[in-house]
Nanobody, 117 residues
Framework: QVHLVESGGGLVQAGGSLTLACAAS????????MGWYRQAPGKQRDLVAS???????QYADSVKGRFTISRDNAKNTVYLQMNSLRPEDTAVYYC???????????WGQGTQVTVSS
């Protein structure tokens, strides 16, 4: 059993910053990819950023230069530093991990990020 606990969402004004964190626990023997997705009302869930155990990082074009993803392997935790937030960043943000041995992926419960104009 794997559990993901997200934190850090909330309400912020446009131009502000937030940092999301997602801690994984349970039967984890290695995590390959850790990432963040978001889903706005009426829209599909899209990748925001991901980081592999190799260090490879991928960002959605819309967040490049504003968001930074990082991970602490000792703590099985992934972070998303979000700067210069825009109203269009408003969404529920979901943490996702892919385990190294089984390639099974797990989702967090989601955390709401609301950016007011």
């Amino acid at each position: 059993q794997v559990h993901l606990v997200e934190s850090g969402g909330g309400l912020v004004q446009a131009g502000g910053s937030l940092t999301l964190a997602c801690a994984a626990s349970g039967s984890i023997f290695g995590i390959d990819a850790m990432g963040w997705y978001r889903q706005a009302p009426g829209k599909q869930r899209d990748l925001v950023a991901s980081i592999r155990s190799s260090g490879d990082i991928q960002y959605a074009d819309s967040v490049k230069g504003r968001f930074t993803i990082s991970r602490d392997n000792a703590k099985n935790t992934v972070y998303l530093q979000m700067n210069s937030l825009r109203p269009e960043d408003t969404a529920v943000y979901y943490c996702n991990i892919v385990l190294s041995l089984t390639w099974v992926n797990y989702w967090g419960q989601g955390t709401q990020v609301t950016v007011s104009s």
